[in-house]
């Protein structure tokens, strides 16, 4: 079950916005929210990594509206995201040490 | 309404065709559809727009080259207004300083969607390949062997191009054109695809660097249509005793070939 290589920022922001179900357009807003500014994403990158999500299993339609197409976190995502952001804090907390270093 | 049709540069010169589009607009000249060699585009007020190319990436064995529904309604959610299709190319524009983000932030995920193109290319050698293969099987089966099969074609083309000089040198002309202008557009797919993969975004205003190979390809294309012109008519109505074209190069045809071939009239 364990994540062999580290998720892409994209990829860690896309799933952290889609702990709420959105559309695509949604997904972007929010990951620029999160972000606080600093990941703006194109909309075919975006496009991109959805099709990528979807196909390995971390997201999943829930409705489809007349044309936008709604995604949420399967089971295997929110996994997947939680094993990341564990894996971001630790990293974070072993490097502790460094406030304050010159 | 007046209309104007300008060949367009090839499928993948995708920052040439953005600047392209993007020109004629500057110019008053808005894209109103894509085709496979020709873009119309309609009179309009100069406007500064921005055009965007994006792939279309169908499957091998999906009928539709369309772009999938939802990527081009999320692309219009940004901003963009999707204008025309011609074959994999897809055209979006966005009026200039409307702030529509670039639709790859990651050049190597853009390096992504010229698979379906590359592929397109490859296959367009399958036509060429199988005729060579279906004559040379054909000869071989007919005069017992592949070697004497070139024997004998190599003897028909040299008669041919002595008898039929003008054809010939069309359909050869036809043929290098053709053969150029497919490997050429897969060097060029080739070299952009590795720049993207290295990182490296792509240039929507590159600059007119395709201005030699396009004037190679309609010297080529003239060349042909000099050379098939007078050979038209004496196809349409085939002289009882076939005549050579008369001129320096039927002469000189016929001192390479040896004297073998009827005299010049």
Redesign the interface.
């Known amino acids: 079950m364990a994540e062999t290589q580290p998720m892409s920022e994209?990829m860690y922001y896309a799933l952290l916005a889609l702990t709420e179900p959105g559309h695509?357009?949604a997904v972007?807003q929010r990951v620029r929210a999160l972000s606080g500014g600093r990941l703006?994403?194109?909309?075919?990158?975006?496009?991109?990594l959805l099709a990528r999500m979807k196909k390995e299993g971390l997201i999943a339609l829930t409705a489809e509206g007349a044309?936008?197409?709604v995604y949420a976190l399967t089971p295997a995502g929110r996994r997947a995201l939680l094993g990341e952001y564990r894996r971001l804090k630790q990293m974070v907390e072993d490097g502790a040490g460094l406030e304050g270093y010159q | 309404m007046k209309r104007r049709y300008r060949f367009h540069p090839g499928d993948y010169a995708l920052g040439e065709n953005e600047q392209f589009y993007t020109e004629m607009a500057a110019r008053g000249w808005l894209l109103e559809r894509r085709g496979a060699w020709l873009s119309r585009f309609r009179r309009g007020e100069p406007a500064r727009l921005r055009y965007r190319v994006e792939l279309s990436c169908p499957g091998v064995f999906d009928e539709s080259s369309e772009l999938p529904e939802e990527q081009r309604s999320l692309y219009e959610a940004c901003g963009w207004r999707f204008v025309s299709r011609g074959g994999l190319v897809n055209v979006f524009c966005a009026p200039e300083g409307s702030g529509a983000p670039e639709f790859y932030s990651d050049p190597r995920q853009q390096a992504d969607t010229l698979k379906a193109l590359r592929r397109n290319y490859l296959l367009g050698w399958l036509p060429f390949l199988l005729l060579a293969a279906l004559q040379l099987a054909m000869g071989a089966a007919l005069f017992g062997g592949a070697g004497s099969a070139l024997g004998r074609w190599a003897v028909s083309l040299r008669l041919a191009w002595v008898t039929e000089t003008a054809l010939v040198a069309a359909f050869a002309l036809f043929l290098l054109r053709e053969l150029t202008a497919l490997l050429y557009s897969e060097v060029r797919t080739g070299l952009l695809y590795r720049r993207l993969r290295r990182g490296i975004p792509l240039d929507h205003a590159p600059g007119r660097r395709q201005r030699l190979y396009r004037a190679i390809r309609g010297a080529l294309l003239a060349g042909c249509a000099a050379f098939a012109w007078p050979s038209s008519g004496r196809l349409a109505a085939p002289p009882l005793c076939p005549r050579p074209p008369r001129g320096p190069i039927c002469c000189w045809a016929t001192w390479a070939t040896g004297g073998s071939a009827p005299p010049c009239r």
Request: hydrophobic share 25%; proline share 6%; aromatic share 12%.
């Open positions: 994209a695509g357009y972007m703006k994403m194109g909309p075919g990158t975006l496009y991109g044309r936008r197409k």
